[in-house]
């Protein structure tokens, strides 16, 4: 109702533009920037790749006015001042990295089961196009960096699954469908 209100009935129309020309880029779409990243520094270093997506959290998370250990500032990212602006990021993220440790199956960092790993976790599902299974394990563990709870990561492999399936070329049902399988 608030969005047809400010925008009318249509909705959003439009992308909205700064004075400088370019559009805000939110919090979820950095750290989808740095999930990316991460996949592409593991083909590249041959490392498994949450762990390098993990790093290039711990990149994002220094973008935030957090302090980073000197041997992780490599990334291509985290120069840029496009992704140096503090978005109002989630807690659960925040707090999670703050740790230092990286979530994992073995290491539940909380009980979270927010919406924020599935908001950026489709290059997982980019990468992995023709194995949806892979891309289901690497969405999950990606998730699991920063949010525990089932529903919080299962949710995220679920995603990259079902863009893996879509990008092989199956219907977006059937994707469902494998991903729910998965």
């Not at 939110?26 to 490392?47: C, K, P, V, Y």
């Not at 073995?106 to 924020?116: M, Q």
């Not at 194995?131 to 699991?144: H, I, L, T």
Request: overall charge positive; proline content about 4%.
């Amino acid at each position: 109702g608030k969005i047809k209100e400010h925008y009318g009935v249509r909705g959003i129309r439009d992308l909205t533009i700064n004075p400088t020309g370019k559009a805000i880029i939110s919090d979820d779409t950095q750290m989808m920037l740095f999930t990316a990243e991460g996949i592409l520094n593991a083909w590249r270093d041959s490392i498994n790749p949450p762990h390098a997506i993990w790093e290039s959290y711990l990149r994002w998370y220094s973008t935030q006015g957090y302090p980073i250990d000197e041997r992780l500032k490599k990334g291509s990212l985290i120069g840029l001042p496009e992704l140096q602006k503090q978005r109002a990021p989630g807690n659960t993220c925040l707090q999670a990295l703050a740790t230092g440790q990286m979530g994992n199956r073995n290491t539940v960092l909380n009980n979270s089961k927010g919406n924020g790993a599935v908001m950026r976790v489709a290059p997982v599902g980019l990468v992995y196009v023709k194995d949806s299974y892979k891309a289901f394990r690497v969405g999950c563990e990606s998730a699991m960096i920063t949010h525990s709870h089932p529903a919080g990561y299962l949710s995220a492999g679920v995603l990259a699954a079902i863009l893996s399936e879509i990008l092989s070329g199956a219907s977006i049902r059937d994707s469902v469908i494998k991903a729910r399988e998965i």
